[in-house]
T-cell receptor, first 114, second 115 residues
Framework: KTQVEQSPQSLVVRQGENCVLQCNYSVTPDNHLRWFKQDTGKGLVSLTVLVHENDKTSNGRYSATLDKDAKHSTLHITATLLDDTATYIC?????????????FGAGTQLIVIP | VTLLEQNPRWRLVPRGQAVNLRCILKNSQYPWMSWYQQDLQKQLQWLFTLRSPGDKEVKSLPGADYLATRVTDTELRLQVANMSQGRTLYCTCSGTGGDNYAEQFFGPGTRLTVL
C-alpha cells in the first residue's frame, strides 16, 4: 500500500500564477517531511524540510506547511516561472538518522506555460 | 559543488546481461551512501544504505536483482542483474545521524534501458 500520496498527479498553470501541491501520508513514525524538485532526467534537489508539528517553512517562492496530526503537507509556489516546470516529490523520513528509510510519493508533475 | 559522481550516466543492457555501476563520493563529510531506484512510472524506492568499506548486501525486486558493495570510503558500487524493465539508479550521500533530519543528497543518476 502506498504510504505517501500526492495530489494532483499533474497540474498546468500559467507563468505568474500561484499553485498548491498536496501530500498525505501514513508513514509512522514520521520524523520529517521533505519536498524535492526533480527536473526531467535529473536527480532530486531538496526545496525544504519540515520537522515539527505545524512547521511552516519558506525558501524564496516556495513555502510549505506540515500538520503531523493530520499527516498532511502542502507546498505553495508563488509567481510561477517557466523553470518551475518539473516533478515535485514529497518524501517522508521515518528516522532522523542516515539509517532512516525515505518513503517517496509518486510526485506531482507541474507544467508552467507562458 | 557536486557531491556525487555516477558512472555510467546511461547504459543499454541486453536482456540477461548484468551491469556494474559506480558512485564516487566527493566530500567525506557525508559518508552514508545509499542506492535508490526510480522505475518507469517515476516511483522512487530505497534499495541499500552502506557505511563501511567491505559492506555488501543483496536484494531482489520486481524487474531486477541487486548486489551493492561499499568498496572504499569514497566508492559505492551496484551490480544490476536479470533486469527486465528499465529504471534509473540514484546514489545518495548523507551526514552522520542522530535525531537530526540528515539530508540525503542525490547524484545525477544512471539510466538503464533493457534491449
Amino acid at each position: 500500500k502506498t504510504q505517501v500520496e500526492q495530489s494532483p498527479q499533474s497540474l498546468v498553470v500559467r507563468q505568474g500564477e500561484n499553485c498548491v501541491l498536496q501530500c498525505n501520508y501514513s508513514v509512522t513514525p514520521d520524523n520529517h517531511l521533505r519536498w524535492f524538485k526533480q527536473d526531467t532526467g535529473k536527480g532530486l534537489v531538496s526545496l525544504t524540510v519540515l520537522v515539527h508539528e505545524n512547521d511552516k517553512t519558506s525558501n524564496g517562492r516556495y513555502s510549505a506547511t506540515l500538520d503531523k496530526d493530520a499527516k498532511h503537507s502542502t507546498l505553495h509556489i508563488t509567481a510561477t516561472l517557466l523553470d518551475d516546470t518539473a516533478t515535485y516529490i514529497c518524501v517522508v523520513g521515518d528516522r532522523g538518522s542516515a539509517l532512516g528509510r525515505l518513503h517517496f510519493g509518486a510526485g506531482t508533475q507541474l507544467i508552467v506555460i507562458p | 559543488v557536486t557531491l556525487l559522481e555516477q558512472n555510467p550516466r546511461w547504459r543499454l543492457v541486453p536482456r540477461g546481461q548484468a551491469v556494474n555501476l559506480r558512485c564516487i563520493l566527493k566530500n567525506s563529510q557525508y559518508p552514508w551512501m545509499s542506492w535508490y531506484q526510480q522505475d518507469l512510472q517515476k516511483q522512487l524506492q530505497w534499495l541499500f544504505t552502506l557505511r563501511s568499506p567491505g559492506d555488501k548486501e543483496v536484494k531482489s525486486l520486481p524487474g531486477a536483482d541487486y548486489l551493492a558493495t561499499r568498496v572504499t570510503d569514497t566508492e559505492l558500487r551496484l551490480q544490476v542483474a536479470n533486469m527486465s524493465q528499465g529504471r534509473t539508479l540514484y546514489c545518495t550521500c548523507s551526514g552522520t545521524g542522530g535525531d537530526n533530519y540528515a539530508e540525503q543528497f542525490f547524484g545525477p543518476g544512471t539510466r538503464l534501458t533493457v534491449l
